[in-house]
């Protein structure tokens, strides 16, 4: 098992300009998450997923859109880069471990994307 | 809204001292999770608590949960230089689906 890939591993983009962040996993889990990491800010949770077809904001959600067509992938589309969405993004997929949505096994993080906007 | 806190931001020990991190959130914790990312690395799921009081321990790491399930810690007996990283806690905004993170402490430790 490959685990969570995400593609590419560093991205460069002037202002203005748009791209989709790419994430896979092969685990077959419902939930799946995307992050932003900054310094002294920890993880900040940008969108969210629970299944195919079933998406929802996260705390950071503005300028940044996902879908989730298949249970293996979920992309972030950056629809107008500006210099603040200088990060690194992380996406994390998990097992729901009951019905109730606080009910999460643990997550697995891919390796991350390195983000800057100029 | 829902705010998981962590102190220190940063810590600095000698090898062989002890470390403790602490996790508070503002309100009731069904589960917290923790979590280290090692430098330029990725975050890797140390451990999962559910019950109130819960305590844990992997090896030299002793995680508990407090008893009222809002605040958290995790101590670190004798630490080592392959402990340096970021210690991150995690819990879930009620029931929305949202895994919320702390900022996170980092550790670093001088052979």
């Known amino acids: 098992n490959a685990g969570v890939t995400q593609t590419p591993k560093f991205q460069v983009l002037k202002t203005g300009q748009s791209m989709t962040l790419q994430c896979a996993q092969d685990m077959n889990h419902e939930y799946m998450s995307w992050y932003r990491q900054d310094p002294g800010m920890g993880l900040r949770l940008i969108h969210y997923?629970?299944?195919?077809?079933?998406?929802d904001q996260g705390e950071v959600p503005n300028g940044y859109n996902v879908s989730r067509s298949t249970t293996e992938d979920f992309p972030l589309r950056l629809l107008s880069a500006a210099p603040s969405q200088t990060s690194v993004y992380f996406c994390?997929?998990?097992?729901?471990?009951?019905?109730?949505?606080?009910?999460?096994?643990?997550?697995?993080f891919g390796p991350g994307t390195r983000l800057t906007v100029l | 809204g829902q705010q998981v806190m962590q102190i220190p931001q940063y810590q600095h020990v000698q090898e062989g001292e002890d470390f403790t991190t602490y996790c508070n959130s503002s309100t009731t914790l069904s589960n917290i999770q923790w979590y280290k990312q090692r430098p330029g690395g990725h975050p890797v799921f140390l451990i999962q608590l559910v019950k109130s009081g819960e305590v844990k321990k992997q090896k030299r790491l002793t995680f508990q949960f407090g008893e009222a399930k809002k605040n958290s810690s995790l101590h670190i007996t004798a630490t080592q230089t392959t402990d340096v990283g970021t210690y991150f806690c995690a819990g879930p905004k009620g029931n929305t689906g949202k895994l919320i993170f702390g900022q996170g402490t980092t550790l670093q430790v001088k052979p």
């Open positions: 994390a997929s998990s097992s729901l471990a009951g019905t109730k949505l606080s009910s999460y096994n643990e997550q697995f």
């Open positions: 997923s629970v299944g195919a077809g079933i998406t």
